[in-house]
């Protein structure tokens, strides 16, 4: 079994800061792309940011310059530096990541969620 476990979320102000860890345990072979989605109340998830296994990111328009993905292959983690928060960034923060758990078997993994609130 595999899990992701988010942590880092949070309370803080406008123009605050928060970053965002996501660490995969368990029967893990291989891990390739890793991404952060959002849900705010009463609207779908969406996309905030991916990083490839080679290190390619990309992020949504309204995240761009102040959100930054990375990934440590070595800890199974990625990260979410959030930077310049605005209320309209408050949502619950889901981790994605694609893992192999033998060769040639590869699925999709979600964590369950990280609660970042912007708020004065």
């Known amino acids: 079994q595999v899990q992701l476990v988010e942590s880092g979320g949070g309370l803080v102000q406008p123009g605050g800061s928060l970053r965002l860890s996501c660490l995969a345990s368990g029967s893990i072979f291989s891990i390739y792309g890793m991404g952060w989605y959002r849900e705010a109340p009463g609207k779908q998830r969406e996309l905030v940011a991916v990083i490839s296994s080679g290190g390619t990111t990309n992020y949504r328009d309204s995240v761009k310059g102040r959100f930054t993905i990375s990934r440590d292959n070595a800890k199974n983690t990625v990260y979410l530096q959030t930077t310049s928060l605005n209320p309209e960034d408050t949502a619950v923060y889901y981790c994605?990541?694609?893992?192999?758990?033998?060769?040639?078997?590869?699925?999709?993994?979600w964590g369950q969620g990280t609660q970042v609130t912007v708020s004065s």
């Open positions: 994605t990541m694609g893992i192999a758990t033998r060769p040639g078997q590869i699925r999709d993994y």
